[in-house]
């Protein structure tokens, strides 16, 4: 805790330090916006002229102010606005006048007359400022009303204001005030004055618009005469121009109708020639497609035909001749193999055709139809036995009528005096 001690002091210090300052800037130290002025009174003070002055000022700014024997106040630069309101004015004329205006004024920020604004509104508000600038341009404003007339205030509003603004600057800069601007809102009057000369000007107007437009009808009658001559005249010279085209129109289309009735003959003609010569062209080429028509259907069928039967016949003789020669060389071999084999020939010839022969027998066989067959037995069954000897004995009556046709005798072939026909060399085939 004796350790902390040090630390605490210190913040106790800087804290004071911040107090001390903190009193020192809010007492001592004066920061001014940009649009016031501070007044710093109570020493003597020498300008830059060589005069002195127990006062001095700084505008938008800071200064230090020396305590006890300063002290410090504020005066605002910023715009003011002031309505100017002037009843029963004599005007130029002797008429009496009400007008309205609006001025901006403010204090002036030029060192000699802010010494001035500074003698004359030290410690005022801004109603007084404005009430004393109001009753200054009042003044002033009576003053330009009674050099001018009620027209020429009324219809030269910048001219007045100009002149206002150049009579009140002089006494605003001894008070220490800057006017802005000054415009008039409205000018009246109760003897209805401006009512009446607006009236006659009105009338006046209507006169000379009356006069204006009497001059312009004069003027747009004679205009209207004129262009009338003007226009008969050029209807007259358009009529002589239409008559004249439209002769040289009919002329013209007489001239392109004897052309046109000339080329349609002519077309007529021309046409009818070329009609018979692309009729007689077309019989010709009918004639020609006719002929090669006729070629197409008769002659060329006809003469394929000739061609083809030529063509048959003479490979229909060369087959016929390579088979006959095929013929004769086969009965040729057939007869030296015959020859070769003796006796046993027909039996081996024979043995080779044994399936085919086999397979033609039991084909006919097959093809023997029986209907519904009812078998009468005595009890040995002797009776469907012979019913079923009687399809091999079809087969042997088959060879039997085979032998007597042909007198190929299958069954003696197959016979056991046939084997001899095995004794033919290897090879032999016939």
């Not at 001690?5 to 001592?28: D, E, M, R, S, T």
């Not at 508000?125 to 009674?146: D, F, K, M, S």
């Not at 004769?328 to 006796?343: D, I, S």
């Not at 190929?408 to 090879?427: C, E, F, M, N, T």
């Amino acid at each position: 805790m004796a350790n902390m001690q040090p630390f605490f002091w210190g913040i106790g210090a800087g804290f004071g330090v911040y107090i001390f300052l903190k009193i020192i800037i809010n007492y001592f130290f004066y920061i001014g916006k940009p649009n016031e002025v501070l007044i710093f009174s109570g020493r003597s003070h020498r300008y830059p002229d060589g005069s002195v002055r127990g006062y001095r000022y700084v505008i938008g700014g800071w200064a230090f102010r020396f305590p006890i024997i300063e002290r410090v106040d504020r005066m605002d630069l910023s715009e003011l606005p002031v309505n100017v309101s002037v009843s029963n004015a004599y005007s130029k004329g002797g008429i009496a006048v009400n007008v309205t205006a609006i001025a901006n004024i403010k204090i002036s920020s030029e060192p000699i007359v802010l010494d001035a604004a500074i003698e004359h509104f030290l410690g005022q508000n801004r109603e007084q400022i404005a009430h004393v600038a109001r009753e200054t341009l009042e003044g002033h404003l009576r003053g330009v009303l009674a050099t001018m007339t009620p027209e020429q205030i009324n219809e030269d509003r910048l001219s007045f204001s100009e002149r206002v603004e150049a009579d009140v600057i002089p006494d605003f800069n001894k008070l220490g005030l800057h006017l802005d601007n000054f415009k008039m809102q409205s000018i009246s009057d109760k003897e209805e004055y401006l009512l009446a000369v607006g009236r006659k000007k009105i009338e006046e107007i209507k006169k000379l618009a009356a006069v204006a437009e009497s001059d312009a009808n004069k003027v747009a009658k004679n205009i209207e005469e004129e262009a009338k001559g003007v226009a008969k005249a050029t209807n007259e010279e358009v009529d002589m121009v239409v008559k004249t085209a439209a002769n040289e129109l009919a002329t013209f289309v007489a001239n392109m109708l004897a052309q046109v009735t000339s080329e349609e003959e002519r077309t007529i003609v021309a046409a009818a020639q070329s009609r018979a010569e692309a009729e007689q062209k077309l019989q010709q080429i009918r004639a020609e497609l006719e002929s090669k028509r006729r070629d197409v259907e008769e002659v060329l069928p006809a003469e394929t035909r000739k061609r083809m039967n030529e063509i048959l016949a003479v490979g229909e003789a060369a087959y016929m001749q390579k088979r006959g020669e095929a013929t004769a060389q086969v009965l040729a071999l057939t007869h030296e193999v015959w020859k070769e084999a003796g006796p046993i020939a027909k039996d081996v010839y024979i043995l080779q055709q044994i399936e085919l022969i086999i397979e033609k027998v039991v084909d006919a066989v097959k093809n023997v139809e029986m209907g519904e067959i009812n078998l009468l037995d005595a009890g040995d069954a002797s009776t469907l036995r012979h019913h079923v000897q009687s399809y091999p004995a079809m087969v042997g009556a088959v060879l039997q009528e085979l032998k007597s046709i042909t007198g190929i005798d299958v069954a003696a072939v197959l016979s056991p005096d046939a084997k001899s026909a095995q004794r033919l060399p290897a090879g032999t085939r016939i």
